[in-house]
């Protein structure tokens, strides 16, 4: 497919589990981007690739949190020893060249990850 | 601390009325985005705004961005079925900072009545 593509499309883990999320970006696109959306919230910002550099990870809420893209296509966004509150949407989205001023980001549908 | 607020949360409205939504903040942001999400996908992107005053029409959707860049508006005219959805505001380049984090609302759920 044309889209941002991302896998599973939902995920039930008990708490203290590992979870592995992927993300498909479009092909030949250069930016990355992960973002977390809570019930009822707008997106926020986890974590930034330009290729296969990571070069924001402000976002991470924690250190059980990891992201790799290490050959600047496929990414994907762990988390370790998952607890109740990491039950979101996480949602990858790609652009085509490297992140600036007022560029397209294209969402995939997300994973909706619950920890019970 | 929400930098954008977006109001109303929830709005429902019969087809063919028109509707406005707001997204405020105290921040000047280089850009302001919008976007659609439906139920169990992700945003698309309706439009960008860069400059302070501007207004862009797509289709029946006319977008407004503040002289200041600190707030924007969207208005529907002719609401219909198909426009129910998620909308979303999202700053780009808040106060100076990186500028490629959208900073988003918590958005407006718009139910069109048929």
């Known amino acids: 497919g044309a889209g941002v593509s991302q896998s599973p499309r939902y995920k039930v883990a008990k708490r203290g589990q590992d979870v592995a999320l992927r993300c498909d970006p479009i092909?030949?696109?250069?930016?990355l981007f992960w973002y977390q959306q809570a019930l009822g919230q707008g997106p926020e910002f986890l974590t930034y690739f330009q290729n296969e550099a990571q070069l924001d990870k402000s976002g991470l809420p924690s250190d059980r949190f990891f992201a790799e893209r290490p050959e600047g296509s496929v990414s994907t966004l762990k988390i370790q020893r998952t607890q109740q509150e990491d039950s979101a949407v996480y949602l990858c989205?790609?652009?085509?060249?490297?992140?600036?001023?007022?560029?397209?980001?294209?969402f995939g549908p997300g994973t909706r990850l619950t920890v019970l | 601390t929400q930098l954008l607020e977006q109001s109303p949360q929830f709005l429902s409205i019969q087809e063919g009325e028109n509707l406005t939504v707001y997204c405020n903040s105290s921040s000047v942001f280089s850009s302001l985005q919008w976007y659609r999400q439906e139920p169990g996908e992700g945003p698309v992107l309706l439009v960008t705004v860069v400059t302070g005053g501007e207004v862009k029409k797509l289709k029946r959707l006319t977008f407004q961005f503040g002289d200041a860049r600190k707030d924007s508006s969207l208005h529907i005219t002719a609401a219909q079925p198909g426009d129910t959805g998620l909308y979303l505001c999202?700053?780009?380049?808040?106060?100076?900072?990186?500028?490629?984090?959208?900073?988003f609302g918590k958005g407006t759920l718009l139910t069109v009545n048929p």
């Open positions: 989205a790609s652009s085509l060249v490297e992140a600036g001023p007022a560029n397209e980001q294209f």
């Open positions: 092909s030949g696109h250069v930016s």
């Open positions: 999202a700053g780009e380049g808040w106060s100076g900072g990186s500028n490629y984090k959208l900073t």
